[in-house]
């Protein structure tokens, strides 16, 4: 044991620990979610520690071997070394500073075996006076956030593109599925299937728009606020060098904000960030919705889609299977939603010149860049690359109903469609047995109409009609 303290008094501290006593406070002080940090975020606030302790020692205040001790210590934790040393709740009170602590105490005491010390020796190398200097909780714990944020958007944003991919390949090989349209759950006009599967993809191509746009936000830092945004304790050349040594460290453009009070007290392009990604979810929702009625049945539904098969589905009924995989994605979004509350909330509730809620919001948001990523890949894997499609279902219910007659109202007029409509709803028969029994167009003339291209194309139909008779 080694005996560590702080202003609050003294503790022991087991030697094979690299965090000291900062971190064994914060252990006893916030059990809440009984998990660890996220692991990408540990790796982002050692970038930033890395990228600070290069820019001290440019700045001629940190002496050159401890400065390249800590860099090197931060690049194990980057590395994925020391992930155990990291045990502090991420929900905490304190605005991060038990995190950022954790941080400063490992790297500290990795330094010092580099330099040949014994751990604690914290009058060679300090958590506080060499790897926190020029800093404050109040800027390093929210520029890590922004890093750890930028880094997990790439795989959300491959997961989506993904899912965009798979969606447009479907609207290729469904292009002459023609199928009902549905307003209001009721039958309406025709459509095709490929046309159904591009508007999703559409709508998700919009979505990766969203996030994209709002994380760029995240490329503007406060590093050099230090504690309120004045820049106390952190000199001049410093606040421009480590947004310069933190680009080439994470490998993203990194600028200094032009106000950086402001860029310590709010936090609102976080709440930008989760709303791309809730708004999203909300498209993902429709979407997983549409495929879950498309499939119902088999049998005594619309049965329109055949979702692959991926367990059984009841303990009680044999043979019944669930469209699993289309619940589990909007689970996975009602998640994101609630967590995008959270965030909402922590974002709001920063008083005068800080954020003190930056813990939970990034807990959430990390959890949202991760659930959604996960939620859309196994849509992807699960059931969209074994999509299938039952044709004869499709065309079953398209003949079957009275919606196609809206095609008609160009060759017949609103009148007579409607009363082909009323007799089909009365008698249950199909439309094109009626028109054809009272000889109002011939079979070639309703196969020419009700085709996939002239059903679903603005214009085509009337005119191509036309051309058709020759008039």
Not at 198 to 214: L, T
Not at 281 to 286: E, G, H, P
Not at 329 to 334: A, E, G, K
Not at 335 to 362: H, R, S, Y
Request: with cysteine; glycine share 8%; net charge negative.
């Amino acid at each position: 044991m080694r005996k560590e303290h702080d202003f609050l008094g003294e503790l022991e501290v087991a030697d094979e620990l690299y965090y000291g006593v900062q971190t064994i406070r914060a252990l006893e002080n916030f059990n809440i979610t009984g998990k660890h940090l996220d692991q990408d975020f540990i790796k982002s606030l050692a970038m930033v520690k890395k990228a600070s302790a290069l820019a001290n020692m440019k700045t001629g205040r940190l002496n050159v071997s401890i400065g390249k001790a800590i860099a090197q210590a931060a690049d194990e934790v980057i590395a994925g070394k020391f992930a155990d040393q990291f045990p502090v709740d991420p929900i905490q009170g304190g605005a991060g500073t038990s995190v950022n602590m954790n941080m400063n105490e490992v790297l500290a005491n990795r330094a010092l075996e580099i330099l040949g010390h014994p751990k604690g020796s914290y009058d060679i190398v300090s958590p506080n006076n060499h790897c926190n200097m020029a800093q404050s909780t109040n800027d390093a714990f929210p520029t890590a956030i922004k890093v750890c944020a930028i880094l997990k958007t790439k795989p959300l944003l491959e997961a989506l593109q993904r899912l965009v991919e798979e969606l447009e390949k479907k609207a290729e090989e469904y292009s002459e599925i023609l199928k009902m349209g549905r307003t209001h759950l009721q039958d309406a006009v025709p459509i095709t299937l490929g046309q159904e599967m591009g508007a999703y993809a559409s709508g998700i191509r919009r979505g990766i728009k969203r996030i994209k746009s709002a994380v760029e936000g995240a490329h503007v830092i406060n590093m050099g606020a230090t504690a309120v945004g004045t820049g106390l304790n952190a000199e001049p050349s410093y606040i421009h060098d480590v947004a310069y040594e933190l680009s080439e460290v994470v490998g993203e453009p990194f600028y200094t904000a032009d106000n950086l009070i402001d860029a310590t007290n709010n936090t609102d392009i976080f709440a930008d960030i989760s709303s791309g990604i809730k708004v999203t979810a909300l498209v993902l929702i429709k979407m997983a919705n549409d495929f879950r009625l498309m499939a119902s049945g088999p049998r005594c539904g619309i049965g329109e889609l055949k979702l692959p098969p991926r367990q059984p589905g009841s303990s009680i009924m044999p043979g019944k299977v669930n469209p699993v995989i289309a619940e589990v994605l909007n689970q996975v979004c009602y998640q994101v939603i609630g967590n995008d509350l959270t965030i909402t909330l922590a974002v709001e509730n920063g008083q005068f010149e800080l954020n003190v809620m930056e813990p939970v919001l990034a807990y959430n948001l990390f959890n949202n860049l991760c659930y959604l990523k996960n939620g859309v890949n196994t849509f992807v894997d699960k059931l969209l690359v074994d999509l299938e499609v039952d044709r004869e279902q499709c065309e079953y219910w398209l003949n079957r109903s009275v919606g196609i007659v809206t095609a008609l109202l160009p060759h017949l007029g609103y009148e007579t469609a409607s009363a082909l409509a009323k007799e089909a709803y009365k008698s249950g028969r199909a439309i094109r047995d009626i028109i054809l029994e009272q000889g109002l167009l011939t079979e070639e003339e309703i196969n020419h109409i009700l085709s996939p291209k002239e059903m679903t194309r603005p214009g085509i139909a009337g005119a191509n009609l036309l051309k058709h008779k020759g008039n």
